[in-house]
């Protein structure tokens, strides 16, 4: 029989957690006809809940799962892991200033890092899903010198998501009829959903709507789709956050579709002027279970500015955490 694949969840208990596992577990990760092994890494205190979450696993009876390890050691957690989303993360509490939670989820994300390094399979995959994501991704990877920085990845695939559906209700065609949706930079307020380059039936969809729809509506509201969840849900964004880290990890095994492309936020290597290093969203298509900037975009002045902007964000979320000694 085959060998299923190990695929590591931190933050099992958390509500993305829950609506994740399940879809991981029948088999929407990677494929339909790939065994899963599961190992959920949790804090001591939720390790019991995620116990809980194993056992309605356990009854799902799905063909495909082939054994739960529940544990709060990195180390374990992480032991031949070929996936490993990393979900859990300190939520910013109220009086916490942007230091206390880079530092406190620094305190997270390099421990877990030295742990993929050290114990993870070579084939290691990683999603950052946990806030700050970008900058959590950045930490990880740099605790992990022995795996190639391709590996270690942050999702924009929900803004990505949202930008393909908000375009779609205002054009009135199904989300299937947009191609080369691009979020450029960091998850957060910054972020630049472009419209310049995504098509609807072969036109450029900045050309099929007007500018201060553009301007006004549209980009504030994918940049604070989140904020907006937070309001009417009562709580943050949780299924269709698991929905994209789905996504997410589901086209860089199995590729990209031709003449399209999506978005997700990897170790930039110098394209369209972002610093080296940085973790920041892109446009990407996946081959062989590699990312690949698209390349050769043209930038105009009006998105140039919010790239910048969003990558300016990055640049000095970078710098605190390294004044910090993170990095
Ligand atoms: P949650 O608070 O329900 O769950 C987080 C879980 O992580 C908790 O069970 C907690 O015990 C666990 N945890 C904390 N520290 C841990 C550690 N060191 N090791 C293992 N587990 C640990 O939060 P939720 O709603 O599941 O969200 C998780 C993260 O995802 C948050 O940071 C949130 O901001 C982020 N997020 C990111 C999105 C994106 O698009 N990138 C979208 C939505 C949420």
Redesign the pocket.
């Known amino acids: 029989p085959e060998t299923p694949v190990k695929v590591t969840v931190?933050?099992?208990?958390?509500?993305?957690?829950y609506a994740l596992l399940f879809r991981i577990a029948s088999g929407q990760l990677l494929g339909s006809d790939i065994p899963v092994e599961l190992r959920l890494?949790?804090?001591p205190?939720?390790v019991k809940?995620a116990e809980g979450t194993a056992m309605e696993l356990d009854d799902c009876a799905f063909p495909l799962l082939r054994g739960i390890e529940i544990t709060d050691d990195?180390n374990v957690a992480f032991d031949g892991a070929n996936v490993a989303l990393l979900?859990?993360?300190?939520?910013r509490k109220a009086g916490m200033e942007r230091k206390d939670l880079l530092e406190a989820n620094g305190g997270?994300f390099g421990p877990?890092g030295k742990a993929i390094n050290d114990h993870a399979a070579d084939d290691v995959r990683v999603l950052v899903?946990?806030?700050p994501?970008n900058t959590n991704a950045l930490i990880a990877r740099s605790h992990a010198p022995d795996v190639p920085a391709s590996r270690f990845t942050?999702?924009?695939?929900?803004?990505h998501n949202r930008a393909l559906s908000q375009l779609a209700k205002k054009l009135d065609v199904p989300v299937t009829d947009i191609k080369k949706m691009t979020i450029w930079g960091n998850?957060s307020s910054t972020q630049y959903p472009d419209l310049f380059h995504a098509e609807v039936g072969g036109k450029i969809a900045a050309e099929l709507v007007d500018e201060t729809w553009l301007r006004e509506t549209f980009i504030p509201t994918v940049a604070q789709r989140?904020a907006a969840i937070i309001q009417a849900r009562g709580?943050?964004?949780?299924a269709s956050?698991a929905n994209?880290a789905i996504d997410h990890v589901y086209d860089w095994y199995n590729g990209t579709a031709a003449g399209d492309w999506t978005s997700a936020a990897i170790v930039s290597d110098g394209s369209y002027g972002v610093p080296e290093g940085l973790v920041s969203s892109f446009p990407v298509t996946s081959r062989g279970g590699d990312w690949e900037i698209v390349q050769g975009l043209e930038i105009d002045a009006f998105s140039r500015e919010r790239i910048d902007a969003s990558v300016q964000e990055l640049i000095e979320e970078r710098e605190a955490v390294r004044a910090l000694g993170l990095i």
């Open positions: 931190t933050g099992a208990a958390g509500q993305i957690g890494l949790e804090i205190q939720a809940a990195p979900v859990g993360a300190l939520p997270i877990q899903v946990g806030n994501a942050a999702m924009t695939r929900l803004d998850h989140g709580a943050s964004s949780a956050a994209a």
